[in-house]
């Protein structure tokens, strides 16, 4: 126990100063999009629109063929509704911060390293995780997988148990509680999620991550970890403080099975959301900047929605 402490006692050390200089620095102005991500080359663009102008006025010429940098693939060309939709981009002026309604954008100075470890999670997906769930999902029954995941959803209760705790969220709490109770006892350890089913108890969705944001602690800056994925560095130690909540850690001491279990949670999880990922890829431009992006609005609408 001494050593938890301690690990807790350095993660704020470290991570309230970090915040606290992130926050400043975005306070200062708005993040530059680094020259590397997105090359645009137009030999007629539109000028801009005039206030009181007309719009028909404000395109003088047919566009001309735009090219777009991929830093893989080389420059390709794009359609003319993607150039329409690249000189947007360009061209209009991004808008004042306006209390939790503004987006923004989360600082990414890691870049290169991030996109590395995005190809080398784009590969194990591709190579190694979906073709095992792909499998896996022909052998096991839906209703089985989403057994196996209530079950671990039962397991990690007290992941959430103490954030909404530490939110102040008492009701949530309750909530929580009377669950661990109903589907350990009537859903069979927590395969069937009989306190939904039966009494309309929802899951919350909480951890220290968010718990930390709804303190007021920043993002900090972007991070796309090996094997976990996208992430902030609020957010990594926020998954360190949950990693120590969760029962796993204490209940399974053997490193070797403790990866086994966790592996084969995720490859669980991927069976049930198998084309998710896929989508995502096929529908964007730059498909590092598309699950950035997505992370970003998620983990803001997660502090919101508390």
């Known amino acids: 126990m001494r050593f ?13 100063p970090i915040s606290f200089f992130v926050e400043a620095v975005e306070a200062s102005g708005p993040v530059p999009l680094s020259p590397e991500t997105v090359r645009l080359t137009a030999t007629n663009v539109p000028p801009e629109p005039s206030v009181l102008g007309d719009p028909a006025d404000t395109v003088a010429a047919p566009l001309e ?19 329409l939709i690249q000189v947007a981009l360009v061209y209009v ?14 600082a990414d100075p890691l870049e290169p390293v991030n996109r590395a470890f995005f190809k080398f ?9 979906k073709p095992v769930a792909t499998g896996y999902n ?30 102040a969220n008492f009701k949530c709490a309750g909530t929580e509680t009377l669950r661990f109770l109903i589907n350990t006892t009537f859903g069979f350890a ?18 220290l991550g968010q718990t ?9 800056f972007y991070m796309n970890l090996p094997i976990l994925g996208p992430s902030s560095l609020r957010d990594t130690f926020g998954y360190v ?34 084309g998710g990922y896929e989508d995502l890829k096929e529908s964007a431009i730059d498909p590092y900047i598309a699950l950035k992006d997505a992370y970003y609005q998620y983990r803001q609408n997660k502090i919101r929605q508390r």
């Open 4 to 16: 938890i402490h301690r690990l807790f006692l350095i993660l704020w050390l470290i991570i309230i």
């Open 65 to 83: 063929p735009l090219a777009f940098f991929h830093p893989d693939e080389g420059s390709v060309s794009i359609s003319e509704d993607e150039r």
């Open 93 to 106: 002026q991004p808008l004042e911060p306006s209390g939790e309604e503004y987006s923004g954008t989360l």
């Open 121 to 129: 999670n784009d590969k194990l997906y591709f190579w190694v995780l």
């Open 138 to 167: 022909v052998v096991v029954p839906e209703d089985a997988r989403v057994g196996v995941r209530n079950f671990f959803s039962n397991v990690a209760t007290p992941v959430r148990l103490v954030n909404c705790l530490l939110q």
């Open 190 to 207: 927590g395969f069937l999620d009989t306190a939904k089913k039966e009494f309309h108890l929802e899951k919350a969705d909480k951890d």
């Open 212 to 220: 930390l944001g709804i303190y007021g602690i920043g993002f900090g």
């Open 241 to 274: 403080g949950d990693v120590f909540l969760d029962p796993q850690t204490y209940l399974i001491t053997s490193i070797p099975i403790s990866v086994a279990v966790r592996a084969y949670y995720q490859v669980n999880e991927t069976s049930l959301t198998l």
